[in-house]
């Protein structure tokens, strides 16, 4: 799908849907918060949320005194989701609308300590927009930094918001992340979504050599 029309696909989802009612809503951000402590970074990291949605890990990670947060999506209705929700607070988050397959912005921070990545890699079917995704990952996190990526695992759904999917294991994402790159711990996960529905991920952890 075209970058524009998925722009449109996006913001249509976020805009005719409560967030508490997607089907990727998260009220606590249990799963990441666990690996994001376990990379004990300094309160002033620099920490991208890639694919970010309207996601409340930003407001959890704000609770624990990061100031220094970068809110990425394709959508700018996500992006206003999370601004009108956290208001007077968003001072120390940076918002990028930026396409992970064909950068513009993104691809000019390259002193990244944290790349985080919950459900948007699974949205690149096409081997060109993994590739770029991944050469873009590499390119902006610093050495030592840290990449959270969490995807449908094998056994995971085929579709997700009506979009096909490309599901993957732990050793496709260390394959696909590189020799830079090694994995500190993975596991999978069953995620209940609002509708009471499961959704089968695995989360991954890794740090840039």
Not at 70 to 95: P, T, W, Y
Not at 153 to 173: F, T
């Amino acid at each position: 799908m075209p970058s524009s029309d998925l722009k449109h696909h996006w913001n249509k989802a976020y805009d005719r849907t409560e967030t508490n009612k997607l089907g990727w809503f998260e009220e606590t951000c249990e799963p990441s918060m666990e690996l994001i402590t376990k990379c004990n970074l300094k309160k002033n990291s620099t920490l991208l949320n890639v694919g970010a949605g309207a996601t409340y890990l930003i407001d959890e990670l704000i609770e624990l005194g990061f100031d220094n947060l970068i809110a990425n999506d394709i959508s700018e209705s996500a992006l206003e989701k999370i601004k009108n929700r956290l208001k007077d607070k968003v001072e120390n988050i940076k918002f990028v609308v930026d396409d992970l397959t064909n950068s513009t912005i993104l691809k000019y921070y390259k002193q990244v300590d944290l790349w985080h990545d919950r459900a948007v890699l699974h949205f690149f079917n096409k081997k060109e927009d993994q590739d770029a995704y991944f050469d873009l990952l590499n390119k902006i996190v610093k050495s030592k930094g840290y990449a959270i990526i969490a995807t449908f695992n094998l056994n995971g759904a085929l579709k997700c918001s009506g979009l096909p999917v490309y599901r993957y294991d732990e050793k496709m994402i260390i394959e696909r992340i590189g020799k830079r790159f090694e994995l500190i711990e993975s596991f999978n996960h069953t995620f209940y979504n609002p509708a009471g529905d499961t959704r089968e991920y695995v989360y991954t952890l890794f740090r840039k050599k």
